[in-house]
């Protein structure tokens, strides 16, 4: 499984973005789909994932009531909403596939920056 994540850039804070990963390969294989993110000098965190069959979604604390995770399974694609943004949300977005099964991210995509000034 191949992802592609794009959609990062350049906001105010206060503003919106929306990432998106497109998922090419097996994707049949995959149950869950999700984002993470890397701020400078910070390990990667969570920041939300959906379940491919059933749409259920989780958020990290941080960014609960205002970002949304998305799926288009007919295009194979995850979006993030990401509205309301603030100088701490900058970092490096990574999405990420998880197997059937699997107790462990499986695929990760190359990463889109996200930067929000102040």
């Known amino acids: 499984v191949q992802l592609q994540a794009s959609g990062g850039g350049l906001v105010q804070a206060g503003g919106s973005l929306r990432l998106s990963c497109a998922a090419s390969g097996r994707t049949f294989s995959t149950d869950y789909m999700g984002w993470f993110r890397q701020a400078p000098g910070k390990e990667r965190e969570f920041v939300a994932q959906v379940r491919r069959s059933s749409g259920v979604t989780l958020y990290a604390d941080s960014v609960k009531g205002r970002f949304t995770i998305s799926r288009d399974n007919a295009e194979n694609t995850v979006y993030l909403q990401m509205n309301g943004l603030k100088p701490e949300d900058t970092a490096v977005y990574y999405c990420?596939?998880?197997?059937?099964?699997?107790?462990?991210?499986?695929?990760w995509g190359q990463g889109t920056q996200v930067t929000v000034s102040s």
């Open positions: 990420a596939a998880k197997r059937f099964s699997s107790t462990n991210w499986d695929y």
